[in-house]
């Protein structure tokens, strides 16, 4: 009978261990369940919170792309207008040295007219001074020759 007791004991103290064991078994099942369900929703905080950050960041990615095609051709159209602004001034300038050229050749021309005139009166006038000095010294030679007959 004590052996029974013993066995009877010994039988009540494992049953009641193993109880135990069973129920820190399910309290560490429900534990892991609790973090897995919390690991569960942390993990679609952070994918939410990934899934954000990419979406800002292809936001921020396709605003500066559109700024930078915005000032690409702000700067195209800046330089097209420069150029357009340099071929005007170019035919601005290629007139005014037209001008300029097409002046000088008429005061160029004028002045060798002017020139010309000028060198044909002198000689003219030279050819008067000499005639004059011819008949002057014509008339001299012949006062001489007939103080010479005389």
Known sequence: QTEFASIQSYYDVTRENIRELDMRIEKQDLEVENIEEDNDTELKVYEQKSSFVKYCHDQKLKQTREETDARINDSIEDHANQVESTKASKAGLEAEKDDLEKRLLDEFS?????????????????????????????????????????
């Open 110 to 150: 004028s002045t060798r007219t002017q020139q010309r005139d000028e060198r044909s009166r002198i000689k003219e006038k030279l050819d008067a001074d000499v005639r004059l000095f011819e008949q002057q010294c014509e008339a001299h030679q012949s006062l001489l020759k007939e103080e010479l007959l005389s």
